[in-house]
């Protein structure tokens, strides 16, 4: 009896073992022992870059304090982004994964820049959290806002050295 499920041509009788299957994720065939090496060091650069990104995302998303905390994960990004994206131009091949290292990377700039401005308006954004949160009604609300929209504009205007 043959194997009903093998593909047509290619019908294996049962009980005969099937060949071992590739690893995934192993190094590309080819390659010296040095650009094996820079292979591994890559996929770990890969790692670190996809775990600092996606914390500082989440961080960011999260009520404060913990976005401050995030622009350290912003800055680990991007450094490792750095790093991953010439490791990827050193490496035969490596012109995609150096594309996914620059728009990961652009991305992390965004998160990092967003991080670095919540750290600058920190009074004005901790006043809108605590009065949001103690706000019942729509009026209460629209106060917050405005008082945010005062205190950010002073801020402002203290960071550029202008003034009305």
Known sequence: MTNPFAPPGKRQPPGKPRPPLKRQGATPPNLTPEQKKAFVQLR?????FTLTTAGAFALALAPLPWPIVGLAGAVGAVGFGIFGLV???RLPGGGPVATSFAVGLTFA?????????????????WNLQECLTRALTEQAS???LATY????QSIAERLIGTSR
């Open 109 to 125: 700039g965004i998160m990092l820049a967003y991080s670095a401005l919540l750290a600058v308006q920190w009074p004005a954004q």
């Open 87 to 89: 490791r990827a131009r």
């Open 44 to 48: 770990q650069t890969i790692g670190w």
């Open 142 to 144: 629209d106060t917050c």
């Open 149 to 152: 929209q005062r205190e950010s």
